[in-house]
């Protein structure tokens, strides 16, 4: 009996590391990880079955509520019940006297319980203690109809719970973990390709967006260096986190412009840049220039809330053609980004 706990646990505990995999390789917004998400928690479950612990040769009990309550609780009925359908027919194919009620109580409680706890619990502020309990009304809702209806010794009640908990603690421990993990190796892939202050693309990500891009006859490439006008004077006079925040706030203003066939990204200090399509230059001029406008009539303010005077931009343009690099385009962009400041400030050039 002992071995065949064991045997439950290490199936379970694959389980998790395959899952971990999944996840790690291929994201967590895909189809393609759901999918295969749901077949690994079924075949999972449908692989217990298969090392049951037998009483009176009739009835199976194994540790199968576990995958199932962890699926419901974490990724909600669009996972579980898939998983649900699939471990009944699985069961249900078995047969025997006890293949109904394992459906019942081993399969569709546990998934039921799963769901209420998911629905009035947030799953991530679940604590040890709060996870002993609730593994705790999982298994008395599985387990107890089945023992106390064939009448065992005490000594097994405690063996099943104390396996069943011990199950549960493990994969909760390494759920927990995983998900820190995932979270972090999240944020390092954010940071790869977004500038930390404003959060915007970095020139790396920025080029690789480009290059996912087609020109078409009707919708030509053109890239717009975009400039902060006198950003310096703001830093002297209200110091250096005032402009930090002048730049997050601009960053968010020009998210607010971006459109479809549009890629913004910061190029450094007070320089943003945008690669945009638009039938002609001056169909993209014109779109920058209400971009321009916009910005001059916003209220910008310190990082402790104090109204600045008004922030307006400069911008210059130049086409990217589609057998030229982006550093040709940047450098001509450039030039009349050179020549707005020149000429004024606050207006675009191309």
């Not at 998934?111 to 706890?117: C, Q, W």
């Not at 202050?197 to 030509?220: A, G, H, S, V």
Request: glycine share 6%; with cysteine; charged share 20%.
């Amino acid at each position: 009996m002992i071995k065949t706990m064991l045997a439950n646990m290490a199936i379970i505990l694959f389980m998790h590391l395959c899952i971990q995999h999944l996840y790690f390789t291929y994201g967590q917004k895909k189809k393609r990880t759901a999918i295969l998400h749901v077949i690994i928690v079924s075949l999972t479950v449908i692989t217990l079955f298969y090392f049951p612990i037998l009483i009176e040769n009739r009835f199976r009990f194994d540790l199968r509520a576990i995958p199932i309550s962890f699926i419901g609780i974490l990724h909600g009925p669009l996972y579980v019940i898939p998983v649900v359908i699939i471990s009944a027919i699985g069961r249900l194919s078995l047969g025997g006297l006890g293949a109904l009620p394992g459906v019942i109580f081993g399969i569709t409680v546990p998934a039921v319980i799963s769901l209420i706890i998911r629905y009035c619990v947030n799953w991530k502020k679940i604590n040890y203690g709060k996870g002993l309990l609730y593994s705790t009304i999982i298994w008395a809702a599985c387990d107890l109809p089945f023992l106390f209806y064939v009448h065992l010794d005490a000594e097994f009640y405690l063996l099943r719970y104390i396996t069943f908990q011990i199950s549960m603690l493990i994969l909760f421990s390494f759920t927990k973990l995983s998900f820190q993990h995932n979270q972090l190796l999240s944020r390092f892939k954010f940071f790869a390709d977004h500038d930390p202050l404003t959060k915007l693309y970095n020139m790396k990500r920025f080029n690789e967006e480009i290059m996912k891009t087609k020109q078409t006859e009707n919708n030509k490439a053109f890239i717009a260096m975009l400039d902060i006008d006198h950003f310096k004077r703001i830093n002297d006079t209200f110091g250096h986190q005032a402009g930090d925040q002048v730049l997050i706030d601009f960053a968010q203003t020009l998210l607010k412009f971006h459109r479809k066939g549009s890629i913004i990204a910061r190029y450094g200090g007070e320089e943003f840049i945008a690669y945009k399509l638009a039938p002609t230059i001056e169909d993209a001029a014109s779109s920058l220039d209400e971009l321009r406008k916009y910005v001059e009539a916003q209220q910008f303010y310190t990082e402790s809330g104090d109204p600045l005077s008004k922030i307006t931009i400069s911008i210059g343009i130049a086409p990217l053609f589609p057998d030229s690099k982006l550093e040709q385009a940047v450098k001509i962009a450039g030039g009349h980004l050179y020549k707005a400041k020149e000429n004024g400030r606050n207006r675009v050039v191309f």
